[in-house]
């Protein structure tokens, strides 16, 4: 199994411009989640999503995030348009039913907005 | 916001065990207790889980206090590779959520 897997593994974009983030969950598992970590705010969950439907949003931050799970297989999240203050490391983790079992986290995205 | 209190630091001499403690004096009957960890720049890693009774693994225990307002992760044989802030984690049954607090920074020492 490859495990949850990422791309890009970083990115470096402009302020303004578009970002859009991939994940590719774990065959199988039902459950897909976003987090973006910084020093000052730890691990954040932005969003998930449970048989490719958003269940929680709470955590985005404001109307410039966005995330979509079209298929079993894939997710975006999408950043428009980007700011400084998003530069993050952002983790996609899947896991497979309710209560008993845990995460796997993919290898992040390392955002940098200049 | 994440329900779970830790300390921010401990260190560990290689090859004795680590104790992390965690208090959760707030937890449900029906919230599980997670413990995960994170090595420099890499994702969050799945170490144990428990509800009431206390767990083993391959990689750790886990002792769940008979109130459950408190728990224990024990790593019983330290290593340089267990360098890495851990997490303690409540989750509520039935949903997906895992929130995770600022977690205990554990070092490992020769």
């Known amino acids: 199994d490859a495990g949850v897997i990422q791309s890009p593994r970083h990115e470096v974009t402009e302020m303004g411009q578009e970002v859009t983030l991939r994940c590719k969950p774990i065959?199988?598992?039902?459950?897909l989640f976003w987090y973006r970590q910084t020093m000052m705010r730890g691990l954040e969950l932005l969003i998930y999503f449970n048989n490719n439907v958003p269940i929680d949003d709470s955590g985005m931050p404001e109307d410039r995030f966005s995330a979509k799970m079209p298929n079993a297989s894939f997710s975006t999240l999408k950043i428009q348009p980007s700011e400084p203050r998003d530069s993050a490391v952002y983790f996609c983790a899947s896991s497979s039913g309710t209560g008993a079992y845990g995460y796997t986290f993919g290898s992040g995205t390392r955002l940098t907005v200049v | 916001d994440a329900k779970t209190t830790q300390p921010t630091s401990m260190d560990c001499a290689e090859g004795r065990a680590a104790n992390l403690p965690c208090n959760h004096s707030?937890?449900?009957?029906?919230?599980?207790v997670y413990w995960y960890r994170q090595i420099h720049s890499q994702g969050p890693q799945y170490i144990i889980h428990?509800?009431?009774n206390n767990e083993t693994n391959e990689m750790a225990s886990l002792i769940i206090t008979e109130d459950r307002k408190s728990s224990t992760l024990i790593l019983p044989h330290a290593t340089l590779r267990d360098t890495a802030v851990y997490y303690c984690?409540?989750?509520?049954?039935?949903?997906?959520?895992?929130?995770f607090g600022t977690g205990t920074r554990l070092q490992v020492f020769p």
């Open positions: 707030t937890i449900s009957g029906n919230e599980y």
């Open positions: 984690i409540v989750r509520v049954h039935f949903t997906d959520k895992l929130i």
């Open positions: 065959s199988g598992h039902n459950s």
């Open positions: 428990g509800l009431k």
